[in-house]
């Protein structure tokens, strides 16, 4: 007799790991689902945004680094980051 219960709690422990992994499979299915139907949160609404034209960098002469245009300072034929680098 205790062999047949033995067996029974065994046959029930197992059908009872092979629902709960299969109902965890579907749960990160939906979840997944669901994810991929919700829009973008930080996205505009409408049409998408269109971005500004990117500003033309140059290297300074002296130091090598990169600045935009903007900021540029001329001297002697050079491009120079500030006033004190087109000085040296």
């Known amino acids: 007799m205790t062999r ?25 299915a939906r979840a997944q689902q669901q ?3 919700q829009p973008n949160p930080f996205a505009p609404p409408g049409r998408p945004r269109e971005l500004p034209d990117a500003e ?5 002469a ?16 050079h491009d120079y980051c500030s006033h004190a680098h087109a000085t040296v």
Do not use: D
């Not at 002296?62 to 034929?77: F, L, R, T």
């Open 4 to 28: 047949v219960l033995f067996w029974l709690a065994l046959v029930f422990l197992v059908l009872f790991a092979i629902r709960s992994k299969i109902r965890g499979m579907q749960q990160r």
């Open 35 to 37: 994810q991929q139907q």
């Open 56 to 60: 033309l960098m140059l290297c300074c």
């Open 62 to 77: 002296h130091c090598g680094v990169y600045y935009p245009a903007s900021e540029n300072v001329q001297a002697k034929g």
